[in-house]
C-alpha cells in the first residue's frame, strides 16, 4: 500500500446511502486508494487517502451525498506514521509500561483520538480497532508506555472528546499483568485471540 500525506473516515448509518457515497466520492477526485465495507450495527464505514487536495474534495461530496446519514467524519491531512499504519491494519506487540484503553462510539473520533495522542506524547499505539466484529460499531486504542506520558494522552483525548461532545470511555492500568500485556500485545478481539497457559491451580 503506498503512503498518502492525508487520510479521511467517513461513516454512514445505512449502508445503500454509503454505497451511494462512496461511489459519487470516487467520481468526484483522483483520490490514492479506498476501503469500504459493512461493518457492524448495520453501518457503512469508507476509508480514502491520497494528496490532502483530492481527499479533502472527495470527502466533501461524501458529506453531501450522504446528508442526513453520516454518522461522524474525519479528515487527517497530515496523518501521523503510527495512526497511518494501525487504520490499515497494522499492530505493534505490547511491551513493558502502562496502558491505556480508549473506547468510544464512532470510528471516526477514535482515529482523531490516536492522532492527538501519538502526536501530543511519546506512547505507542499499540492497536487500533475500527467497527469490526463484536465492538458494535465502536472505536477502540490501546495505548502504552510510562505511566506520566500514558496520562497525557488520556487527558489530550478526553480534552478533545469534552469539546465535540463525543461520547468516550477509558481505563489506565499502571501496572498490567504480564499475561494481559501479553494477550493485548497479540489481540484484544476474543475470536482471535490465543489460549495462555499459566502456573494457576487446576485442581
Do not use: C, W
Not at 457492524?40 to 453531501?64: C, D, N
Not at 499504519?85 to 505493534?92: F, K, T, Y
Not at 473506547?103 to 501530543?120: F, I, M, P, Q
Amino acid at each position: 500500500m503506498k503512503k498518502a500525506p492525508a487520510l479521511a473516515v467517513i461513516e454512514f448509518s445505512d449502508i445503500p446511502a454509503g454505497i451511494d457515497a462512496t461511489d459519487a466520492m470516487l467520481k468526484k477526485a483522483p483520490i490514492a486508494f479506498v476501503k469500504s465495507g459493512t461493518i457492524t450495527r448495520g453501518r457503512f464505514l469508507t476509508l480514502i487517502g491520497g494528496s490532502t487536495a483530492a481527499v479533502e474534495e472527495s470527502l466533501a461530496e461524501g458529506l453531501f451525498r450522504g446528508a442526513g446519514r453520516v454518522l461522524d467524519h474525519l479528515l487527517l491531512a497530515d496523518v501521523h506514521p503510527r495512526v497511518y499504519d494501525a487504520i490499515l491494519g497494522g499492530r505493534r506487540a505490547g511491551g513493558a509500561g502502562a496502558l491505556a484503553v480508549i473506547e468510544t462510539d464512532t470510528v471516526a473520533s477514535n482515529v482523531r483520538a490516536a492522532e492527538l495522542a501519538l502526536k501530543g506524547t511519546p506512547v505507542e499505539l499499540v492497536e487500533l480497532r475500527l467497527a469490526d466484529t463484536g465492538l458494535s460499531g465502536k472505536g477502540v486504542s490501546i495505548y502504552q508506555g510510562d505511566l506520566p506520558d500514558i496520562e497525557a494522552a488520556v487527558d489530550i483525548v478526553l480534552g478533545y472528546m469534552r469539546q465535540t461532545g463525543g461520547e468516550v470511555r477509558h481505563t489506565i492500568i499502571s501496572s498490567p499483568h504480564e499475561a494481559l500485556a501479553r494477550q493485548i500485545g497479540s489481540s484484544t478481539s476474543f475470536e482471535t485471540a490465543a489460549l495462555l497457559e499459566l502456573d494457576g491451580e487446576t485442581g
